[in-house]
């Protein structure tokens, strides 16, 4: 059973910082991508940044705020100068070979609340 355990997150006021970061339960060599998805309620969830095939992707909204990297089976989000609309849960996803095939994992989500 694939796992993403995540952990960080939680109240920060503006301009601060945040760094999350989530294992996964298989090797890298079965890790096609990994990333950070975001939600908050009543609006669609949106990719805030992956990795995938060595490079790095962000939202046009973080780019220059956040990092995205990845330590073999762990990926970790740096989160600076962070503002309310950056206000969401966060979930940890991964694509990952299977001896089934090819699927997409997520974590359990973490909240980030941005306020003074």
């Known amino acids: 059973q694939v796992q993403l355990v995540e952990s960080g997150g939680g109240l920060v006021q503006p301009g601060g910082s945040l760094r999350l970061s989530c294992a996964a339960s298989v090797s890298i060599s079965r890790i096609n991508a990994m990333g950070w998805y975001r939600q908050t309620p009543g609006k669609e969830r949106e990719r805030v940044a992956i990795i995938i095939d060595g490079g790095a992707f962000y939202l046009d909204s973080v780019k220059g705020r956040f990092t995205v990297g990845q330590r073999q089976n762990t990926v970790y989000l740096q989160m600076n100068n962070l503002k309310p609309e950056d206000t969401a849960e966060y979930s940890c996803?991964?694509?990952?070979?299977?001896?089934?095939?090819?699927?997409?994992?997520w974590g359990q989500g973490t909240q980030v609340t941005v306020s003074s």
């Open positions: 996803y991964a694509e990952i070979e299977t001896a089934w095939g090819r699927f997409d994992y």
